[in-house]
Nanobody, 128 residues
């Protein structure tokens, strides 16, 4: 069955960097948009960044603009989230999710309910 697998999370000090990966199996990502979301304890899931497929448009939450970069490697069927200048408030479980690009073009890119498939999440902890 369709599967998304996140990796790359961990413990990092404030100001540090991590690169998260989201790899798909059983389907190719070239016709899907990918969103990264995060959820901290006691908080709602929030959109972090998204990347479309047809035109490589990217979207970022205001809280991560200038610090996070989303990209994709078609050959590896993987989407990355490079996170720099990490802050304690970035601590959360990070999830990737997919939606067909034809649907993505007509929806709010940070509406989690619109995404079809989700990974299991990877923990990111920013602490000294």
């Amino acid at each position: 069955h369709v599967q998304l697998v996140e990796s790359g999370g961990g413990l990092v000090q404030p100001g540090g960097s991590l690169r998260l990966s989201c790899t798909a199996s059983k389907f190719t990502l070239d016709r899907h948009a990918i969103g990264w979301f995060r959820q901290a304890p006691g908080k709602e899931r929030e959109g972090v960044s998204c990347i479309a497929s047809s035109d490589e448009n990217t979207y970022y939450a205001e809280s991560v603009k200038g610090r996070f970069t989303i990209s994709r490697d078609f050959a590896k069927n993987t989407v990355y989230l490079r996170m720099n200048s990490l802050k304690p408030e970035d601590t959360a479980v990070y999830y990737c999710a997919s939606v067909p690009v034809r649907h993505f073009e007509t929806m709010n890119p940070f509406n989690a309910a619109e995404y079809d498939f989700w990974g299991q999440g990877t923990q990111v902890t920013v602490s000294s």
